[in-house]
T-cell receptor, first 112, second 113 residues
Framework: GESVGLHLPTLSVQEGDNSIINCAYS??????FIWYKQESGKGPQFIID?????DKRQGQRVTVLLNKTVKHLSLQIAATQPGDSAVYFC???????????FGAGTRLTVKP | DGGITQSPKYLFRKEGQNVTLSCEQN?????MYWYRQDPGQGLRLIYY???????QKGDIAEGYSVSREKKESFPLTVTSAQKNPTAFYLC????????????FGPGTRLTVT
């Protein structure tokens, strides 16, 4: 498959454990954030988004936390499954338009 | 089914040749984007288009060209002027007029030798 992200930060967890993936964003003016999941050789898939007027948003098995004070975003995955193994990256919108800026990502590996 | 398609999935070219990557969407989105992805790096914006017949350079436009003659289509040409064209190319689209999720295609892996 496609070797995307050969030298990314990695996180290895046991199946069933919770995972926390972190992202530091760059622009304090950013008002919209997205977490994407990218499997090897595929395009990124939307997981969850959050706007700057919130500090927490929950989806199915995922929670995004936003700390604007320290410009930090995190993605929590509950009961991590082997199918969650992928590269996860955050994106921010610093200009209040369509121009999203993407982080390099974190590779999550789930051990059965 | 609505979505974005990119073709082909794998593309091989000799150095010095121009090559065009296809991107089509049926989501009725106004905005479309081309990104380049290299190992260990985030997505870098090559070109984007907010509306038909209009497009803007992104951060790494040198050596690339685009056209937007139809709302559904945003082809990217990698020219021989691009110094390091081997990469994974991703097309995306979104509704225009603000910050929205970008929907991505499956990508094209271009290898130039």
């Amino acid at each position: 498959g496609e070797s995307v992200g050969l030298h990314l930060p990695t996180l290895s967890v046991q199946e069933g454990d919770n995972s926390i993936i972190n992202c530091a964003y760059s622009n304090s003016a950013s008002d919209y954030f997205i977490w994407y999941k990218q499997e090897s050789g595929k395009g990124p898939q939307f997981i969850i988004d959050i706007r700057s007027n919130m500090d927490k948003r929950q989806g199915q098995r995922v929670t995004v936390l936003l700390n604007k004070t320290v410009k930090h975003l995190s993605l929590q995955i509950a009961a991590t499954q082997p199918g969650d193994s992928a590269v996860y990256f955050c994106a921010e919108n610093p200009y209040n338009n369509n121009d999203m800026r993407f982080g390099a990502g974190t590779r999550l590996t789930v051990k059965p | 089914d609505g979505g974005i398609t990119q073709s082909p999935k794998y593309l091989f070219r000799k150095e010095g040749q121009n090559v065009t990557l296809s991107c089509e969407q049926n989501l009725n989105h106004d905005a479309m984007y081309w990104y380049r992805q290299d190992p260990g790096q985030g997505l870098r914006l090559i070109y984007y288009s907010q509306i038909v017949n209009d497009f803007q350079k992104g951060d790494i436009a040198e050596g690339y060209s685009v056209s937007r003659e139809k709302k559904e289509s945003f082809p990217l040409t990698v020219t021989s002027a691009q110094k390091n064209p081997t990469a994974f190319y991703l097309c995306a689209s979104s509704p225009s007029g603000g910050a929205y999720e970008q929907y991505f295609g499956p990508g094209t892996r271009l290898t130039v030798t």
